[in-house]
């Protein structure tokens, strides 16, 4: 994974694979349905992108593993 983007199509991909809508999976997690949409749309916060910035800069690559699923 190299963006918040990626991560984002990630996540969409769990939600409707569990036939969840985004306020079902917002509210499972704990968040707003605003900032659930964000991260499925890859509207990073500067935190995350950051921390994607430093596993990039130090060769970690960040992986969902989504059996069966394909982006």
């Known amino acids: ?12 991909v769990a939600r409707k694979e569990a036939g969840l809508t985004q306020a ?5 997690c704990g968040v707003s349905v605003p ?9 990073g916060t500067a935190q995350i992108d950051k921390v994607l910035h430093v596993c990039r800069q130090l060769g970690i690559r960040v ?5 069966g699923a394909a982006l």
């Open 24 to 28: 079902d999976a917002a509210g499972l």
């Open 63 to 67: 992986c969902a593993d989504l059996p």
């Open 35 to 43: 900032f659930f949409n964000a991260v499925e749309n890859g509207k």
């Open 1 to 12: 994974m190299l963006s918040a983007r990626e991560l984002g199509a990630c996540i969409r």
